[in-house]
């Protein structure tokens, strides 16, 4: 067990679950956030109820700094980026993971922390978590079988693999950092467009509109392909029906709130790559500009975009 204390920026659904599974593994964890959000972690801790690892309380220690020198885990939503960016720069980490959808939060994490060993990796999982405040604990909910972290090859020797190993996720190495990304981005494209566009999980979403799932799914993997990662749009889909029926992008919270949530971040990152590789993308870029509309309206469409 390292003596080397690690830091978990973002204590939201994907956050604390792994906080939490790492203090379960016997790791030194302390959660990082916002003053309100910190301090009621700090008195509070939370609950975790997950069908993969059970049921179990984690008494946390929270802070709103990084602790110098630490093993930082960077779990944040997109637009979290920049403040995590300002916490790395202020604690020169020894290591930092990040936990993020797409591909390019990894410029400023990288740049705000010159010193240390920097890698993007990816998680999946179905989690949520309830509003922080009140009384009692908020709840991190793990639902499935599912916690896969992938991480670069050159990042399999770092001290937060190796401690991430021992939550019981499942890990794996993936080849570059750009292959780990685009790998994840193009499932995760395909996934929460589609069933932020239905607002209902992927076994119905993929055949609402069979010519509409056919085209984006050729899209998505146009990118991916042009990045580096080979793709087909029945690939895509083959991944996609393998799923749960009822899975859900975790963008169809924010978008049914009338918040953005990680659109751009998601669907915008493919669209400005496929602009630097000449790609058309129309459906795409309808799909992407109707859900933007919608969410800035404050409600969702009632059709989609053909």
């Known amino acids: 067990m390292s003596d080397v204390p690690v830091a978990v920026v973002g204590p939201g659904a994907i956050g604390g679950l792994m906080a939490a599974l790492l203090q379960r593994a016997g790791?030194?964890?302390?959660?990082?956030?916002?003053?309100?959000?910190?301090?009621?972690?700090?008195?509070?801790?939370?609950?975790?109820?997950?069908?993969?690892?059970?049921?179990?309380?984690?008494?946390?220690?929270?802070?709103?700094?990084?602790?110098?020198?630490?093993?930082?885990?960077?779990?944040?939503?997109?637009?979290?980026?920049?403040?995590?960016?300002?916490?790395?720069?202020?604690?020169?980490?020894?290591?930092?993971?990040?936990?993020?959808?797409?591909?390019?939060?990894?410029?400023?994490?990288?740049?705000?922390?010159?010193?240390?060993?920097?890698?993007?990796?990816?998680?999946?999982?179905q989690t949520r978590r309830t509003p922080v405040g009140g009384p009692d604990p908020a709840?991190?909910?793990?639902?499935?079988?599912?916690?896969?972290?992938?991480?670069?090859?050159a990042a399999a020797d770092l001290g937060l693999t190796v401690a991430l190993r021992d939550t019981g996720a499942v890990l794996q190495t993936g080849g570059t950092e750009a292959e780990v990304l685009w790998k994840k981005l193009r499932f995760l494209a395909a996934l929460s467009l589609l069933t932020s566009t239905w607002?209902?999980?992927?076994?119905d979403a993929l055949d609402r509109d069979p010519a509409l799932t056919a085209a984006l799914l050729d899209e998505i993997a146009a990118v991916a392909t042009a990045e580096g990662v080979p793709s087909t749009g029945a690939d895509l889909r083959g991944q996609l029906a393998a799923m749960p029926p009822l899975t859900v992008g975790s963008l169809e919270a924010d978008?049914?709130?009338?918040?953005?949530?990680?659109?751009?971040?998601?669907?915008?990152a493919i669209l400005r790559a496929g602009g630097r590789h000449g790609i058309d993308l129309p459906v795409l870029t309808k799909t992407v500009d109707r859900l933007a509309a919608s969410a800035a309206r404050g409600r969702r469409p009632a059709t989609p975009a053909g």
Not at 139 to 153: E, R
Not at 199 to 203: L, M, V
Not at 255 to 268: F, V, Y
Request: net charge negative.
């Open 199 to 203: 607002k209902t999980g992927i076994a």
């Open 139 to 153: 709840t991190v909910t793990h639902s499935f079988d599912l916690l896969t972290i992938v991480v670069p090859d």
């Open 27 to 125: 790791h030194d964890v302390t959660v990082v956030a916002r003053e309100a959000t910190a301090a009621h972690i700090a008195e509070h801790g939370l609950d975790v109820v997950s069908d993969m690892f059970g049921s179990w309380h984690a008494p946390l220690a929270a802070s709103t700094t990084v602790p110098r020198g630490a093993q930082v885990l960077v779990a944040v939503k997109a637009d979290g980026v920049a403040a995590a960016a300002d916490l790395l720069r202020d604690a020169d980490p020894a290591e930092v993971l990040a936990l993020l959808n797409g591909v390019e939060h990894m410029g400023p994490l990288r740049a705000a922390a010159p010193g240390a060993r920097v890698f993007g990796a990816t998680i999946a999982g």
């Open 255 to 268: 978008l049914s709130a009338g918040r953005p949530g990680e659109l751009d971040a998601i669907g915008g």
